[in-house]
Protein backbone atom coordinates (compact mmCIF):
# COMPACT_ATOMS: atom_id res chain seq x y z
CA UNK A 1 0.00 0.00 0.00
CA UNK A 2 0.88 3.40 -0.75
CA UNK A 3 1.62 6.17 2.28
CA UNK A 4 -1.90 7.45 1.08
CA UNK A 5 -3.66 4.41 1.59
CA UNK A 6 -2.12 3.62 4.65
CA UNK A 7 -3.36 6.90 6.17
CA UNK A 8 -7.13 6.74 4.42
CA UNK A 9 -7.53 3.55 6.41
CA UNK A 10 -5.70 4.53 10.03
CA UNK A 11 -7.64 4.22 12.90
CA UNK A 12 -6.26 7.68 14.40
CA UNK A 13 -8.19 9.68 11.83
CA UNK A 14 -11.43 9.60 13.91
CA UNK A 15 -9.28 9.92 17.21
CA UNK A 16 -9.94 12.06 19.87
CA UNK A 17 -7.76 15.21 18.74
CA UNK A 18 -6.55 16.40 22.25
CA UNK A 19 -5.79 12.98 22.78
CA UNK A 20 -3.82 12.32 19.36
CA UNK A 21 -1.95 15.92 20.09
CA UNK A 22 -0.90 14.61 23.27
CA UNK A 23 0.58 11.32 22.12
CA UNK A 24 2.07 12.73 18.82
CA UNK A 25 3.97 15.31 21.30
CA UNK A 26 5.11 12.81 23.71
CA UNK A 27 6.25 10.50 20.57
CA UNK A 28 7.32 13.48 18.76
CA UNK A 29 11.41 12.45 19.18
CA UNK A 30 10.58 9.65 17.16
CA UNK A 31 8.34 10.77 14.36
CA UNK A 32 9.50 10.32 10.92
CA UNK A 33 9.69 12.87 8.13
CA UNK A 34 8.81 10.12 5.93
CA UNK A 35 5.91 9.38 7.49
CA UNK A 36 4.82 13.12 7.69
CA UNK A 37 1.89 12.89 5.38
CA UNK A 38 0.51 10.14 7.23
CA UNK A 39 0.36 12.23 10.66
CA UNK A 40 -1.15 15.25 8.75
CA UNK A 41 -3.24 13.36 7.25
CA UNK A 42 -4.53 12.04 10.50
CA UNK A 43 -4.36 15.18 12.27
CA UNK A 44 -6.72 16.98 9.80
CA UNK A 45 -9.30 14.13 9.36
CA UNK A 46 -9.07 14.34 13.73
CA UNK A 47 -9.82 18.08 13.45
CA UNK A 48 -12.46 17.97 11.35
CA UNK A 49 -14.29 15.27 12.62
CA UNK A 50 -14.06 16.55 15.93
CA UNK A 51 -17.22 18.72 15.93
CA UNK A 52 -19.12 16.00 14.78
CA UNK A 53 -18.13 13.48 17.62
CA UNK A 54 -18.64 16.39 20.39
CA UNK A 55 -22.41 16.70 18.82
CA UNK A 56 -22.86 13.12 18.56
CA UNK A 57 -21.74 12.74 22.22
CA UNK A 58 -24.10 15.55 23.03
CA UNK A 59 -27.15 14.30 21.37
CA UNK A 60 -26.51 10.55 22.42
CA UNK A 61 -24.65 10.51 25.40
CA UNK A 62 -26.77 10.40 28.56
CA UNK A 63 -29.07 8.05 26.75
CA UNK A 64 -26.05 5.93 26.12
CA UNK A 65 -25.28 6.06 29.52
CA UNK A 66 -28.56 5.26 31.24
CA UNK A 67 -28.59 1.61 28.44
CA UNK A 68 -28.71 -1.30 30.21
CA UNK A 69 -26.55 -4.14 29.61
CA UNK A 70 -29.40 -6.93 29.95
CA UNK A 71 -27.94 -10.01 27.76
CA UNK A 72 -24.62 -10.73 29.52
CA UNK A 73 -21.91 -10.05 26.22
CA UNK A 74 -20.21 -12.59 24.68
CA UNK A 75 -16.24 -12.43 25.13
CA UNK A 76 -13.92 -14.55 22.43
CA UNK A 77 -10.69 -14.33 23.75
CA UNK A 78 -7.18 -16.22 22.99
CA UNK A 79 -4.05 -15.11 21.55
CA UNK A 80 -3.70 -13.68 18.24
CA UNK A 81 -3.60 -16.00 15.62
CA UNK A 82 -5.59 -18.70 17.03
CA UNK A 83 -8.97 -18.65 15.26
CA UNK A 84 -10.28 -15.79 17.16
CA UNK A 85 -11.28 -14.09 13.99
CA UNK A 86 -12.72 -17.52 12.05
CA UNK A 87 -14.82 -18.16 15.13
CA UNK A 88 -16.65 -14.38 15.43
CA UNK A 89 -17.30 -14.31 12.06
CA UNK A 90 -19.42 -17.79 12.41
CA UNK A 91 -20.86 -16.25 15.14
CA UNK A 92 -21.81 -12.98 13.50
CA UNK A 93 -24.23 -15.09 11.55
CA UNK A 94 -26.39 -14.77 14.81
CA UNK A 95 -28.84 -12.78 13.28
CA UNK A 96 -30.34 -12.07 17.13
CA UNK A 97 -26.83 -10.95 18.30
CA UNK A 98 -24.29 -7.68 17.44
CA UNK A 99 -20.76 -7.20 16.99
CA UNK A 100 -18.60 -4.20 16.08
CA UNK A 101 -18.35 -4.07 12.50
CA UNK A 102 -15.22 -2.38 10.65
CA UNK A 103 -16.77 0.65 9.91
CA UNK A 104 -17.84 1.34 13.78
CA UNK A 105 -14.93 0.25 15.16
CA UNK A 106 -12.61 2.64 12.56
CA UNK A 107 -14.55 5.51 13.36
CA UNK A 108 -16.17 5.15 16.63
CA UNK A 109 -16.92 8.51 18.02
CA UNK A 110 -18.78 9.39 15.02
CA UNK A 111 -19.95 6.20 13.73
CA UNK A 112 -23.82 7.02 14.59
CA UNK A 113 -24.16 10.60 12.91
CA UNK A 114 -21.69 9.67 9.83
CA UNK A 115 -23.13 6.12 9.49
CA UNK A 116 -24.23 6.34 5.89
CA UNK A 117 -21.43 8.98 4.32
CA UNK A 118 -18.80 6.29 6.10
CA UNK A 119 -20.40 3.38 4.15
CA UNK A 120 -19.28 4.14 0.86
CA UNK A 121 -16.01 5.79 2.12
CA UNK A 122 -15.26 2.18 3.83
CA UNK A 123 -16.09 0.39 1.13
CA UNK A 124 -13.22 2.34 -1.24
CA UNK A 125 -10.75 2.30 1.57
CA UNK A 126 -10.75 -1.10 3.47
CA UNK A 127 -8.97 -3.94 0.92
CA UNK A 128 -10.96 -6.83 0.19
CA UNK A 129 -8.46 -9.59 2.45
CA UNK A 130 -6.71 -8.72 5.57
CA UNK A 131 -3.27 -7.53 5.13
CA UNK A 132 -1.91 -10.38 7.20
CA UNK A 133 -4.22 -13.74 5.70
CA UNK A 134 -6.60 -14.58 3.84
CA UNK A 135 -9.79 -13.85 5.30
CA UNK A 136 -12.32 -11.07 3.97
CA UNK A 137 -12.21 -7.67 4.83
CA UNK A 138 -14.97 -5.18 4.50
CA UNK A 139 -16.90 -2.42 6.11
CA UNK A 140 -19.51 -5.03 7.69
CA UNK A 141 -17.00 -7.95 8.85
CA UNK A 142 -16.38 -8.48 12.16
CA UNK A 143 -13.49 -6.34 14.10
CA UNK A 144 -12.21 -5.75 17.23
CA UNK A 145 -13.39 -3.11 19.64
CA UNK A 146 -9.60 -2.60 20.58
CA UNK A 147 -9.80 0.14 17.39
CA UNK A 148 -12.82 2.03 18.97
CA UNK A 149 -10.95 1.98 22.41
CA UNK A 150 -7.77 3.32 20.74
CA UNK A 151 -10.20 6.45 19.02
CA UNK A 152 -10.78 7.75 22.55
CA UNK A 153 -7.88 6.81 25.09
CA UNK A 154 -3.72 6.35 25.46
CA UNK A 155 -4.30 3.46 26.98
CA UNK A 156 -4.55 1.15 24.46
CA UNK A 157 -2.20 -2.20 22.98
CA UNK A 158 -3.14 -0.73 19.30
CA UNK A 159 -1.16 2.20 19.89
CA UNK A 160 2.05 0.05 19.76
CA UNK A 161 1.81 0.02 15.83
CA UNK A 162 1.79 3.79 15.33
CA UNK A 163 4.67 4.41 17.89
CA UNK A 164 7.22 1.04 17.47
CA UNK A 165 9.65 3.04 20.24
CA UNK A 166 7.14 2.77 22.71
CA UNK A 167 5.88 -0.64 22.37
CA UNK A 168 6.14 -1.62 25.57
CA UNK A 169 4.26 0.83 26.96
CA UNK A 170 1.30 0.36 24.98
CA UNK A 171 1.64 -3.44 25.30
CA UNK A 172 1.55 -3.00 28.92
CA UNK A 173 -1.68 -1.12 28.84
CA UNK A 174 -3.41 -4.37 27.51
CA UNK A 175 -2.50 -5.82 30.95
CA UNK A 176 -5.40 -4.08 33.34
CA UNK A 177 -4.20 -5.10 36.71
CA UNK A 178 -0.95 -3.86 36.21
CA UNK A 179 -1.76 -0.01 35.87
CA UNK A 180 -2.39 2.21 38.10
CA UNK A 181 -6.30 2.98 39.88
CA UNK A 182 -6.14 6.04 37.87
CA UNK A 183 -5.50 4.06 34.45
CA UNK A 184 -7.74 0.90 34.94
CA UNK A 185 -10.55 3.74 35.86
CA UNK A 186 -9.57 5.70 32.66
CA UNK A 187 -10.18 2.18 30.59
CA UNK A 188 -13.17 0.80 32.87
CA UNK A 189 -15.08 4.23 32.05
CA UNK A 190 -14.16 3.80 28.30
CA UNK A 191 -14.83 0.10 27.60
CA UNK A 192 -17.92 0.44 29.17
CA UNK A 193 -19.06 3.44 27.15
CA UNK A 194 -17.82 0.96 23.96
CA UNK A 195 -20.51 -2.04 25.10
CA UNK A 196 -23.12 0.63 26.10
CA UNK A 197 -22.89 2.69 22.68
CA UNK A 198 -23.07 -0.86 20.43
CA UNK A 199 -25.91 -2.19 23.25
CA UNK A 200 -27.83 0.84 22.43
CA UNK A 201 -27.22 1.57 18.97
CA UNK A 202 -28.54 -2.29 17.66
CA UNK A 203 -31.49 -1.68 20.50
CA UNK A 204 -30.18 -3.85 23.56
CA UNK A 205 -28.75 -6.87 21.06
CA UNK A 206 -26.25 -9.31 22.91
CA UNK A 207 -23.11 -8.56 21.69
CA UNK A 208 -20.34 -10.75 20.79
CA UNK A 209 -17.27 -9.32 21.10
CA UNK A 210 -13.34 -10.06 19.80
CA UNK A 211 -10.06 -8.61 21.01
CA UNK A 212 -6.70 -11.14 22.31
CA UNK A 213 -5.98 -8.37 24.68
CA UNK A 214 -9.25 -9.50 26.85
CA UNK A 215 -7.77 -12.53 27.19
CA UNK A 216 -5.65 -10.84 29.68
CA UNK A 217 -8.25 -8.43 31.35
CA UNK A 218 -11.01 -11.24 32.12
CA UNK A 219 -10.63 -9.34 35.91
CA UNK A 220 -12.13 -5.85 34.37
CA UNK A 221 -14.57 -8.09 31.73
CA UNK A 222 -15.95 -9.51 35.01
CA UNK A 223 -15.93 -6.71 37.01
CA UNK A 224 -17.80 -4.49 34.17
CA UNK A 225 -20.00 -7.51 33.44
CA UNK A 226 -20.36 -10.15 36.27
CA UNK A 227 -22.48 -12.66 34.44
CA UNK A 228 -20.29 -12.73 30.89
CA UNK A 229 -20.56 -15.65 28.56
CA UNK A 230 -16.28 -16.60 27.56
CA UNK A 231 -15.24 -18.70 24.78
CA UNK A 232 -11.67 -19.49 24.95
CA UNK A 233 -9.77 -20.90 21.69
CA UNK A 234 -5.78 -21.81 21.61
CA UNK A 235 -3.37 -23.24 19.00
CA UNK A 236 -0.37 -24.66 18.84
CA UNK A 237 2.21 -21.78 20.00
CA UNK A 238 4.80 -23.13 17.45
CA UNK A 239 2.24 -21.48 14.58
CA UNK A 240 0.81 -18.81 16.68
CA UNK A 241 3.83 -17.08 17.31
CA UNK A 242 5.39 -17.15 13.68
CA UNK A 243 2.04 -16.38 12.33
CA UNK A 244 1.47 -13.44 15.07
CA UNK A 245 4.97 -12.17 14.36
CA UNK A 246 4.16 -11.99 10.68
CA UNK A 247 1.00 -10.44 11.24
CA UNK A 248 2.31 -7.56 12.97
CA UNK A 249 5.68 -7.32 10.56
CA UNK A 250 2.72 -6.49 7.83
CA UNK A 251 0.70 -4.10 9.95
CA UNK A 252 3.04 -2.04 11.34
CA UNK A 253 4.18 -0.25 8.31
CA UNK A 254 0.48 0.34 7.94
CA UNK A 255 0.26 2.40 11.05
CA UNK A 256 3.55 3.59 11.98
CA UNK A 257 4.23 7.05 12.01
CA UNK A 258 8.16 6.05 12.90
CA UNK A 259 10.26 4.81 10.24
CA UNK A 260 10.07 1.59 10.87
CA UNK A 261 13.06 0.05 9.02
CA UNK A 262 15.06 1.59 11.77
CA UNK A 263 13.96 -0.87 14.10
CA UNK A 264 15.57 -3.66 14.94
CA UNK A 265 14.17 -7.27 12.84
CA UNK A 266 14.08 -8.63 16.55
CA UNK A 267 11.79 -5.87 17.99
CA UNK A 268 8.28 -7.75 16.72
CA UNK A 269 9.43 -10.78 17.83
CA UNK A 270 10.63 -9.87 21.11
CA UNK A 271 7.67 -7.80 21.73
CA UNK A 272 4.91 -10.50 20.60
CA UNK A 273 6.78 -13.15 22.84
CA UNK A 274 6.76 -11.18 25.78
CA UNK A 275 3.22 -10.45 25.17
CA UNK A 276 2.30 -13.85 24.60
CA UNK A 277 3.94 -15.26 28.22
CA UNK A 278 2.08 -12.28 30.18
CA UNK A 279 -1.39 -12.72 28.39
CA UNK A 280 -1.35 -16.42 29.05
CA UNK A 281 0.15 -15.90 32.92
CA UNK A 282 -2.77 -13.28 33.59
CA UNK A 283 -5.38 -15.68 31.42
CA UNK A 284 -4.31 -18.87 33.53
CA UNK A 285 -4.66 -17.21 36.66
CA UNK A 286 -7.76 -14.73 36.05
CA UNK A 287 -10.28 -17.38 34.27
CA UNK A 288 -10.65 -19.25 37.67
CA UNK A 289 -12.89 -16.14 39.30
CA UNK A 290 -15.11 -17.39 35.81
CA UNK A 291 -18.27 -18.54 37.52
CA UNK A 292 -19.01 -22.03 36.63
CA UNK A 293 -20.92 -22.61 33.09
CA UNK A 294 -19.85 -19.10 31.65
CA UNK A 295 -16.69 -20.25 30.02
CA UNK A 296 -16.02 -22.90 27.29
CA UNK A 297 -12.98 -24.08 26.06
CA UNK A 298 -11.36 -25.21 22.94
CA UNK A 299 -8.23 -26.77 20.80
CA UNK A 300 -7.81 -24.88 17.37
CA UNK A 301 -6.95 -27.52 15.30
CA UNK A 302 -9.82 -29.69 16.98
CA UNK A 303 -12.56 -26.66 16.57
CA UNK A 304 -11.54 -26.44 12.67
CA UNK A 305 -11.90 -30.50 11.81
CA UNK A 306 -16.20 -29.41 12.45
CA UNK A 307 -17.08 -25.64 13.49
CA UNK A 308 -20.81 -26.93 13.51
CA UNK A 309 -20.65 -29.37 15.75
CA UNK A 310 -18.53 -26.87 18.11
CA UNK A 311 -21.10 -24.20 17.63
CA UNK A 312 -24.08 -26.11 18.86
CA UNK A 313 -21.69 -27.13 21.83
CA UNK A 314 -21.16 -23.30 22.23
CA UNK A 315 -24.39 -22.53 22.53
CA UNK A 316 -25.71 -25.45 24.73
CA UNK A 317 -22.65 -25.57 27.58
CA UNK A 318 -23.24 -21.46 27.65
CA UNK A 319 -26.51 -21.57 27.59
CA UNK A 320 -26.59 -19.14 24.62
CA UNK A 321 -30.11 -18.66 22.94
CA UNK A 322 -30.87 -18.71 19.76
CA UNK A 323 -29.22 -22.35 18.22
CA UNK A 324 -32.33 -23.86 16.69
CA UNK A 325 -33.23 -20.52 14.80
CA UNK A 326 -29.63 -19.57 14.03
CA UNK A 327 -28.07 -22.73 12.90
CA UNK A 328 -28.86 -22.99 9.45
CA UNK A 329 -26.93 -19.33 9.31
CA UNK A 330 -23.79 -21.28 10.90
CA UNK A 331 -23.95 -23.90 8.31
CA UNK A 332 -24.42 -22.03 5.67
CA UNK A 333 -21.20 -19.46 6.16
CA UNK A 334 -19.33 -22.63 7.22
CA UNK A 335 -19.73 -24.37 4.06
CA UNK A 336 -18.83 -21.72 1.82
CA UNK A 337 -15.52 -21.39 3.58
CA UNK A 338 -14.96 -24.96 2.63
CA UNK A 339 -11.44 -25.00 0.96
CA UNK A 340 -10.16 -22.08 2.74
CA UNK A 341 -6.26 -22.34 3.25
CA UNK A 342 -4.33 -20.54 5.87
CA UNK A 343 -1.35 -19.12 5.91
CA UNK A 344 1.75 -21.24 6.33
CA UNK A 345 4.52 -20.03 8.76
CA UNK A 346 7.85 -21.50 9.83
CA UNK A 347 9.33 -21.02 13.36
CA UNK A 348 13.19 -21.08 13.40
CA UNK A 349 15.25 -23.23 15.90
CA UNK A 350 16.25 -20.02 18.43
CA UNK A 351 12.70 -18.60 18.50
CA UNK A 352 11.37 -22.32 18.99
CA UNK A 353 14.12 -22.88 21.15
CA UNK A 354 12.82 -19.46 23.21
CA UNK A 355 9.23 -20.61 22.86
CA UNK A 356 10.11 -23.84 25.01
CA UNK A 357 11.66 -22.12 27.84
CA UNK A 358 8.79 -19.40 28.32
CA UNK A 359 5.99 -21.05 27.24
CA UNK A 360 6.38 -24.23 28.58
CA UNK A 361 3.60 -23.72 30.96
CA UNK A 362 1.60 -23.60 28.19
CA UNK A 363 2.80 -26.30 26.29
CA UNK A 364 2.07 -28.49 29.26
CA UNK A 365 -1.36 -27.29 30.16
CA UNK A 366 -2.81 -27.48 26.91
CA UNK A 367 -1.51 -30.94 25.89
CA UNK A 368 0.77 -29.37 22.54
CA UNK A 369 3.97 -31.75 22.16
CA UNK A 370 7.12 -30.18 22.43
CA UNK A 371 10.00 -30.37 19.77
CA UNK A 372 13.44 -29.91 20.62
Given at each position: ?????D????Y????????????????????????A?????????S??L??VA????????????????E????????H????????T????????????K?E?T?????F??L???L??????V?????P??????????????????????E??????M????N?R????????SE???????K????????????T?????KQ?I????E?????D??LEL??D??????YR?P?????????MF???????S????????????D??V????????????????????????E????EF???P??Y??????S?GIE?W?EQ?????K?????????????????IN?????????FL????????E?
Open positions: MSTQQAAMHLQCANFKMLVNMLWENRKQLSPKEPKVAQVLFMLVSPFLENLFHARKIANTKIKPPIFIVGWRSGTTFLSIMAHDESKAYFAQYSFPVITGNTKSIYTKLPSKRMDNMKMGREEPQEEAFALATMIESITHMSFPSAFYAKCAFYLSEQRQKIRRAYLKIIKKLYYTGGLIKSPNTARIMLFPAKFIHINYNVFPSTVGKKLFPIFLEDISKHPDTLVDVLDIYEKLYTRYLSDKKKIPEGNLIMKYEVQDFLMQEIYTLGEKDHFKYIDAQEGYKTNGYKIDIKKRLNKRLFFKKFGYKMA
